[in-house]
C-alpha cells in the first residue's frame, strides 16, 4: 500500500522543513515568503481573548491544544519571532522550541539567568567567549553565583568538578574553543551531569552549550544530551556579517518557557525586521556552512606545510588522540574556523594581517567574506599572562574565519601575506 502521506516513512530533512514548515502564508495574506510586520501593538479580538491573553502570558492559564492566543505586545511576542522561531528549530536536531534575541550576548544571559539562583555554581569552559567570561566573573559573581572556570579539552578535570560541585546550576560548554579550537565532549558531559543525585525537588543541573561555531549544520548538542543550545545568530546563522542576533532552543518546551518572561521583562527580544531577514538567511545556512568548511579544510591543510606556519589549530588536523576521538564522535565536518600560529611572532602576525588583500582584519566570524585577527591584541586582549598561556594564545597566533570566496584565491592571498619581504 503506497502511504497518503509520504512523511509516515521519511520524515522531511531539516533543509526542507526550514522551507516547508513554520510559516503559515495564509496567516500572511498569502505571501509566499513571510512579511514583516511592524507592530508595536496588537489589537485583541474580544476583551474575553485579551483577558486569556493576559493569563497565559502570566502563567495563571495554559495554552490548550490547538489553541491561537491573541498577540499582545511586542516586548513579549511578534509574529516575525514566533515565524523565526518555529523555522529555526528544523534545523536543530531535537529541537522543540526557540527564542530569539537581539544579540547572541543577550541569549547566553537571559538564558544563566533564567535558571541560576544566588548560591549556586555554575561550571564553564574555557577560553569561552570574552563576552560570556565577563557576565560570568564580573556580572554574576556579584550577584552570589560562582564562576568555576575549567579548561577546554579536560574531560577529566570537567568529569570532577561536575561531580564533586555542591548547588551546582548549570554547566555551559562552547565547543570547540574560539581561537583554539580545542575540543570539549558534551556527551561526556552530560553523562556526569545525569549521574549526580537529583535535588530534593528532584532537579539536577542544566548543560547548555554555546554551539555558535560548528552549529546548526555540523555539531547536535541536544542529540547528545545536552538541554539548551545557544548562538550568536550573527554569525553562521546570519551570515553576512550585517546584523546582530541571539537564539536559545531546547529539546523540551518546559526550558524554553522559563526563559522567555525574562525576555519579556528584559525587553531584548529580536525586532521584527531583524526575524526577518534571519528568516531569510536560515535556508541556506548549510550551504554557507558547508562551502565555506570546505574552503577552510583545503586551504588549512595546505598551509599545515608553509615554512612560515608553526602550527595549524583545526579539527581535522587535531594531534592529540583523546581531542581526535572527540573531534570524529560529535562534529560532521570541521568548519570553516582555523587559527595560524606563525614563526616570527607578534611581528610577524601583524605583517601577515597587512599583507592580505581578500581576508579584512576584523573580528567576527561565520560571514560569506573572509575575516582574520590577532586574537592576543583583540578579542582575547583581557586575559592575564596565566590565561594566555594556559589557553594557547601566543603572540604569533592568527585566528581566520574562512568565508565563501573561491579557495584558490584564498590559498594564494595567505601564501603571499606568508612570503617573506
Ligand atoms: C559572537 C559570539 C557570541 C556573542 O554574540 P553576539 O551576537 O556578538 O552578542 C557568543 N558566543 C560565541 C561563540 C560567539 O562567537
Redesign the pocket.
Known amino acids: 500500500m503506497i502511504p497518503s502521506n509520504p512523511r509516515d516513512t521519511h520524515p522531511l530533512r531539516p533543509t526542507t522543513r526550514i522551507l516547508t514548515e513554520g510559516f503559515d502564508p495564509s496567516l500572511s495574506v498569502g505571501s509566499a515568503r513571510p512579511a514583516v510586520f511592524r507592530s508595536s501593538t496588537y489589537v485583541f479580538s474580544s476583551p474575553e481573548a485579551a483577558e486569556h491573553a493576559f493569563d497565559v502570558a502570566a502563567g495563571r492559564a495554559s495554552v490548550r491544544q490547538g489553541e491561537t492566543v491573541d498577540l499582545i505586545y511586542s516586548r513579549f511576542n511578534h509574529p516575525n519571532a514566533e515565524i523565526l522561531e518555529s523555522q529555526i528549530v528544523n534545523l536543530e536536531t531535537e529541537a522543540t522550541a526557540a527564542l530569539a534575541f537581539n544579540?547572541?550576548?543577550?541569549a547566553?544571559m537571559t538564558s544563566l539567568l533564567g535558571f541560576l539562583r544566588p548560591g549556586q555554581s555554575l561550571i564553564y569552559t574555557i577560553p569561552i567567549?570574552g563576552?560570556?567570561q565577563h557576565f560570568i566573573q564580573n556580572f554574576l559573581a556579584k550577584w552570589g553565583i560562582a564562576g568555576i572556570p575549567v579548561h577546554a579539552g579536560r574531560g577529566d578535570l570537567l568529569d570532577a568538578s561536575i561531580r564533586s560541585t555542591e548547588n551546582l546550576g548549570a554547566v555551559l560548554i562552547?565547543t570547540p574553543a574560539?581561537p583554539t579550537l580545542v575540543m570539549t565532549d558534551i556527551r561526556r558531559a552530560c553523562s556526569a551531569v545525569a549521574a549526580r543525585t537529583r535535588s530534593a525537588a528532584g532537579e539536577r543541573p542544566l548543560v547548555m552549550v554555546?554551539n555558535?561555531?560548528l552549529g546548526p549544520a555540523f555539531q547536535h548538542p541536544l542529540a547528545l544530551g545536552a538541554d539548551l543550545t545557544?548562538y550568536?545568530?550573527?554569525?553562521y546563522l546570519s551570515g553576512f556579517s550585517d546584523m546582530?542576533?541571539?537564539i536559545v532552543l531546547g529539546r523540551e518546551p518546559h526550558l524554553i518557557e522559563r526563559i522567555r518572561p525574562l525576555r519579556g521583562l528584559f525587553g531584548n527580544i529580536l525586532q521584527p525586521d531583524e526575524c526577518w531577514m534571519l528568516s531569510g538567511r536560515l535556508p541556506t545556512v548549510r550551504l554557507r556552512m558547508n562551502r565555506a568548511s570546505k574552503n577552510a579544510q583545503r586551504i588549512a591543510e595546505r598551509l599545515e606545510h608553509h615554512p612560515g606556519v608553526k602550527r595549524v589549530l583545526y579539527p581535522s588536523l587535531l594531534e592529540d588522540a583523546a581531542q581526535r576521538r572527540i573531534y570524529e564522535q560529535q562534529c560532521d565536518f570541521p568548519g570553516a574556523m582555523f587559527s595560524l600560529e606563525l614563526e616570527g611572532g607578534k611581528a610577524a602576525a601583524f605583517d601577515f594581517l597587512r599583507r592580505l588583500h581578500i581576508a579584512r582584519n576584523a573580528v567576527?566570524?561565520g560571514g560569506v567574506e573572509s575575516l582574520a585577527c590577532h586574537p592576543k591584541t583583540t578579542t582575547h586582549s583581557g586575559f592575564t599572562e596565566q590565561e594566555f598561556a594556559e589557553a594557547g594564545i601566543t603572540d604569533g597566533l592568527v585566528r581566520v574565519s574562512v568565508g565563501i570566496e573561491h579557495w584558490r584565491d584564498l590559498l594564494d592571498d595567505f601564501e603571499q601575506a606568508l612570503r617573506e619581504r
Open positions: 544579540s547572541g550576548m543577550a547566553i567567549y563576552g560570556t562552547e574560539n554555546d555558535t561555531l545557544l550568536s545568530g550573527t554569525k546582530l542576533a541571539g567576527s566570524l
